[in-house]
Nanobody, 116 residues
Framework: QVQLVESGGGLVQPGGSLRLSCAAS????????MNWYRQAPGKERELVAA????????TYADSVKGRFTISRDNAKKMMYLQMKNLKPEDTAVYYC?????????WGQGTQVTVSS
């Protein structure tokens, strides 16, 4: 049974930091590219950051470059998103996604709220 479980969300003040985690099980984690998406109220889901299956390449949305860092640990079947200098516009539900060819799996999401 495939599972992706996000954790680490919460309420943080502008300028603060959070680290999101995604625990994977039920599939060959090291074969899948991994992604973080987010969806704010009334907006479409958007890709925030992506990392290749071999941990070599990463990509980021322009809005988070220099502030967010994606990483993964294939031995632990974990993915992370370190978020720094958070802004109110980063408020959203953050989703973990695994993708390989036609296969795509999603977590249930974790809420991140940036507010004073």
């Amino acid at each position: 049974q495939v599972q992706l479980v996000e954790s680490g969300g919460g309420l943080v003040q502008p300028g603060g930091s959070l680290r999101l985690s995604c625990a994977a099980s039920g599939f060959t984690f090291s074969s899948y590219a991994m992604n973080w998406y987010r969806q704010a109220p009334g907006k479409e889901r958007e890709l925030v950051a992506a990392i290749s299956n071999d941990n070599i390449s990463t990509t980021y949305a322009d809005s988070v470059k220099g502030r967010f860092t994606i990483s993964r640990d294939n031995a632990k079947k974990m993915m992370y998103l370190q978020m720094k200098n958070l802004k109110p516009e980063d408020t959203a539900v953050y989703y973990c996604n695994a993708r390989l060819l036609a296969w795509s799996y999603w977590g249930q999401g974790t809420q991140v709220t940036v507010s004073s």
